[in-house]
């Protein structure tokens, strides 16, 4: 079996080794990134070294003891993402490189980011050093296309295939009258009907930020209220301020270890909203998730992986969470799944990574069939 060091999104095993979920908790860092680092880890089949993408290492020293430098990527490609840093260190690494899942980030699939001088050197670097680029859809393949690398594969993103089946499939239920719901928590400004209705039917409230609206103390409270945050985002909801504050306060639950969040999820039936990989958590639970897309980043993913989605502007047709529930059509995502798996084995494959996941015949062309299942 050969040794892999893997460098970006962490694992849960990472994040509650030693006082990483300190480190992770006083940064703010985002817990949705936890899975594409445990998804990676699965499919290589056995506990490799890990360290944060913003963390340094000595290269020489990676050099000699790993066989391949592995980097579980998330939307590196957007404006104002230093990679200086990461520069210096590819730099010095004579081992494989193989990115898995890079995506991009705008403000829509219309929209173009600005590629700096760095980030341009740095995805030069990936393509010269890797067999192929994974990355996360079409988008993100024509953005690169367009700078020269040609040496890419869409893969979407791991956590898909976190479950390690090639027969996963959703079977979506009709929703109990009684049914509990989970509302994955963002703080976009047009999210606010989306709170409302969750605020309304009591749903589970699921954040990936452990900020500072967890457990508020009393003398905190009025500050929250009279906020700018709070002014941006809350002040435009239906209900009372006390009733919001309420809400968040002791509704709000944030994750870090894997069966805590699993467990969490055991009796919902319906998860919704903007957190991409907080929807694939529930997903991944065989619990069917409604993804509401807002950026370049969650359409590219709900597009190629077939994900049922609606944008953001639709949100305010929808008087309750019955009919978003409605709207979690998994059809065309179980027709494309076995298609979408055997892909991502044959890109792993293709880069020379050691992994436990099977697939079963022959891959057809992907880009064909996914253009078949509009």
Same mark, same amino acid.
Do not use: W
């Given at each position: 079996m050969k040794n892999y060091l893997l460098w970006g999104a962490v694992s849960f095993n990472k994040a509650i080794k030693g006082d990483s979920k300190a480190k992770f908790i006083a940064r703010n860092a985002n817990s949705g990134n936890l899975i594409i680092g445990h998804a990676v880890q699965n499919h290589l089949g056995n506990l490799h070294d890990e360290i944060e993408f913003r963390e340094d290492f000595n290269p020489q020293m990676v050099n000699e003891k790993y066989d391949a430098l592995i980097i579980p990527a998330a939307n590196y490609i957007r404006e104002m993402f230093s990679v200086q840093a990461q520069i210096k260190l590819l730099e010095k690494i004579k081992i494989p490189v193989i990115c898995i899942g890079l995506g991009t980030q705008a403000a829509s699939l219309s929209d173009k980011v600005k590629i700096t001088p760095d980030l341009l050197r740095f995805l030069q670097i990936l393509s010269t050093k890797s067999t192929t680029i994974g990355v996360r859809g079409f988008y993100t393949a024509e953005l690169l296309n367009s700078l020269g690398i040609k040496n890419v594969d869409v893969i979407g993103c791991p956590s898909n295939f976190l479950n390690c089946d090639i027969d996963f499939k959703i079977d979506k239920k =009709?929703?109990?009258?009684?049914?509990?719901?989970?509302y994955y928590l963002?703080?976009?400004?047009d999210s606010i009907h989306l709170f409302d209705l969750a605020l309304k039917e009591g749903s589970d409230l699921m954040a990936q930020h452990h900020n500072a609206t967890l457990c508020l103390k009393d003398d905190e409270i009025t500050n929250f209220? *009279? #906020?700018? %945050? +709070?002014?941006? &985002?809350? #002040?435009?909801? !239906? +209900? !009372?301020?006390? $009733?919001?504050?309420?809400f968040i306060n002791y509704r709000i639950q944030v994750f870090y270890e894997i069966n805590a969040w699993q467990n969490a999820l055991s009796n919902i039936d319906f998860a919704f909203g903007m957190r991409f990989h907080g929807n694939m958590m529930a997903l991944q639970q065989r619990i069917p998730a409604l993804w509401v897309t807002h950026d370049s980043r969650t359409i590219e993913l709900a597009e190629f992986l077939k994900l049922p989605s609606i944008n953001i502007s639709?949100? $305010?047709? +929808?008087?309750?969470? !019955? @009919?978003?529930? $409605? $709207?979690?059509?998994? #059809?065309? %995502? *179980? @027709?494309?799944?076995? @298609?979408?798996?055997? *892909? %991502?084995?044959? +890109?792993?494959? !293709?880069?020379?990574?050691?992994?436990?996941? =099977?697939?079963?015949?022959? &891959?057809? #062309?992907? =880009?064909?069939?996914?253009?078949i299942i509009v």
């Open positions: =009709k929703l109990p009258e009684k049914f509990r719901s989970a963002n703080d976009h400004h209220a *009279n #906020s700018s %945050y +709070f002014e941006l &985002i809350y #002040s435009k909801s !239906k +209900f !009372k301020t006390k $009733k919001v504050i309420d639709e949100v $305010k047709m +929808f008087k309750n969470l !019955k @009919q978003l529930y $409605k $709207k979690a059509d998994y #059809s065309k %995502y *179980n @027709q494309i799944y076995p @298609q979408l798996f055997t *892909n %991502y084995v044959d +890109f792993l494959a !293709k880069n020379g990574i050691d992994h436990v996941l =099977k697939k079963c015949g022959k &891959i057809d #062309s992907l =880009k064909k069939k996914l253009t």
